[in-house]
């Protein structure tokens, strides 16, 4: 395994549209791949209230090659953070929201998608 950061130490940071900012520590990302055509629900996905396990999608393809994710992901990746990763197919829930986040896709990044710092 990679040695990566301790579970509370910060390894990213997002900045939201409205200032809002959010320190990920690898005790709050989960990188998801898929095989295939599944590719498209790539994602990372980050907790923000552990309780309810509520959070938000880093989509891979939305928007089409995400620069977000681009840098997120191999963080992710390298700092001792979730895996899950050559998954067959996509959970439904994540269905579910890839196809709410797209239809909310426009020709802009969408309020919902912060860049990473």
């Known amino acids: 395994m990679v040695k990566g950061t301790k579970m509370s130490e910060v390894f990213a940071n997002l900045k939201f549209p409205n200032g809002e900012r ?6 709050m ?3 998801y791949t898929h095989l295939g055509n599944y590719a498209v629900y790539d994602h990372v996905f980050i907790i923000t209230d552990q ?4 959070g938000l999608y880093v989509w891979a393809q939305i928007p089409p090659d ?4 681009e840098a997120l992901a191999p ?3 390298t700092n001792d953070c979730e895996l899950h990763i050559r998954l067959r197919t996509p959970s439904e829930q994540d269905v579910t929201a890839f196809e709410n986040h797209a239809k909310s896709d426009e020709d802009e990044i969408p309020d919902w998608l912060p860049p990473l710092e």
């Open 22 to 27: 959010l320190e990920v520590t690898p005790d």
């Open 29 to 31: 990302a989960r990188l």
């Open 51 to 54: 309780e309810k396990l509520k």
């Open 66 to 69: 995400n620069p977000t994710y």
């Open 75 to 77: 963080a992710v990746a």
